[in-house]
């Protein structure tokens, strides 16, 4: 089983230099990728997240990519809905060309329906935008020239040419437990759940592997740690391994940067003898 380790680029936490050393760190560590999430725009009374600070994922991880040589990079998650798919796939191409093909695409519809608001994009319609915009990007991204006939989101791509392609194919895991979620997952690269038990984890793994047993079918798991417990996560991360986990992402919880460089360093010690 791989880990990777979130970056500190939400909270007071973040900020360039702190970006910079812990993508540093987690490839000296051996961890298997670096991550970033994303929120644009956030209600002010907003109970979660609780910082409104949120550097580009995008941009997180090309910062990221400077300054390392192989570790993975992932994003947990873009919520693809809000967002046109066109600026975006050309964003997402040329990280893949500049980290020389490192990158996942970790990709979820979004439930924040302010932020939705903010940005101009129609909630109710997302699971739509979502599929057509994956749709899109992978045209772009593999055809030359490329047409598109889009129905859901405004574009009109006929003839067109979009470079540079992707150096290797993007992975593409979906985030999220609900049924739409898991079936878009199934049609694609990858499931990318969140904040699951092994326990809770373990029944939904078993669907998946039942419809996609090929290898090429990644099950990823993203989980919190607060710090307290080396041994306990360490038991943990072994109880995903026996559920079926191919994939966990750890996102440590400390606030200052200090401590959240030391916790890294505990969760990779925790890590020892899983990761191969």
Request: proline share 8%; aromatic share 6%; with cysteine.
């Amino acid at each position: 089983m791989r880990v990777g380790i979130h970056l500190p680029h939400i909270g007071r936490k973040a900020g360039p230099e702190a970006i910079r050393r812990a993508a540093i760190q987690a490839e000296e560590l051996g961890f298997s990728d670096a991550w970033s999430s994303e929120h644009i725009i956030i209600p002010k009374a907003a109970p979660y997240p609780p910082s409104a600070l949120f550097y580009d994922p995008v941009l997180t991880l090309t910062w990221a990519a400077a300054y390392t040589k192989k570790i993975g990079l992932g994003t947990s998650v873009l919520v693809l809905p809000m967002r046109h798919p066109l600026p975006l796939a050309k964003e997402l191409a040329t990280l893949q060309c500049l980290s020389e093909g490192r990158l996942i695409l970790g990709a979820g519809v979004g439930w924040m329906e302010a932020e939705f608001a903010a940005l101009g994009a129609p909630f109710r319609e997302r699971g739509r935008r979502m599929d057509e915009g994956i749709a899109m990007m992978r045209a772009v991204w593999g055809e030359d020239p490329v047409s598109f006939p889009s129905r859901h989101i405004p574009a009109v791509i006929e003839d067109m040419r979009m470079l540079p392609q992707p150096v290797k194919p993007i992975p593409i895991w979906i985030g999220g437990s609900s049924e739409a979620a898991l079936a878009r997952a199934l049609r694609l690269d990858g499931w990318h759940g969140s904040r699951l038990s092994p326990q809770e984890a373990a029944p939904i793994i078993r669907r998946l592997r039942e419809q996609r047993s090929d290898p090429g079918f990644a099950i990823s798991l993203r989980c919190g740690w607060d710090g307290k417990d080396e041994g306990a996560l360490g038991a943990r991360l072994a109880a995903y391994g026996e559920a079926g986990v191919d994939h966990v992402l750890v996102e440590p919880a400390e606030r200052a940067l200090e401590d959240w460089l030391r916790a890294v360093e505990w969760i990779a010690r925790a890590a020892e003898g899983i990761q191969p």
